[in-house]
């Protein structure tokens, strides 16, 4: 397996419009996607950086991942994203290492991806998501 760049950082907030007013208002940066994403249970917004996305969450309900996490932590940094070619093969060969998966199989991720997660306790204390973009990103 390959990863090929840090696809996104996926930051939780309570309040989507109101981050992503700061960060244009401070930084001058506006999402090039907003869409809502029901497998996570998030409204989410990808913010273009140098080849690589901030992204911002708003859980749609308390009871999704993200939702949990703001309950407990607050906002702040949820995961880290890796854009890897074969999610598929991806999975399969980290399963083979013992890595404890989070999805056994790729689920729907904005932008038209396929993605999955990987649990912290086996990657560094870090949430991990893997990302297998669709050819025409
Ligand atoms: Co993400």
Do not use: C
Not at 12 to 38: S, W
Not at 41 to 61: C, K, R
């Amino acid at each position: 397996m390959r990863l090929y760049n840090i696809d996104h950082v996926g930051l939780a907030v309570f309040d989507l419009d109101a981050a992503l007013a700061e960060y244009e208002r401070l930084y001058g940066i506006r999402p090039l996607y907003r869409e809502t994403v029901a497998s996570q249970d998030v409204e989410e917004a990808m913010l273009p950086l140098g080849g690589s996305f901030v992204q911002l969450l708003q859980p749609l309900s308390k009871d999704g991942p993200v939702g949990r996490f703001l309950e407990r932590n607050g906002e702040g940094m949820h995961h880290l994203a890796f854009a890897v070619d074969d999610i598929d093969a991806a999975l399969k060969e980290l399963a083979g290492e013992g890595v404890r998966l989070i999805d056994q199989e790729p689920r729907p991720g904005g932008r038209g991806a396929k993605i999955a997660f990987i649990h912290p306790k086996t990657l560094s204390g870090t949430l991990v998501e893997l990302v297998e973009l669709p050819d025409d990103h």
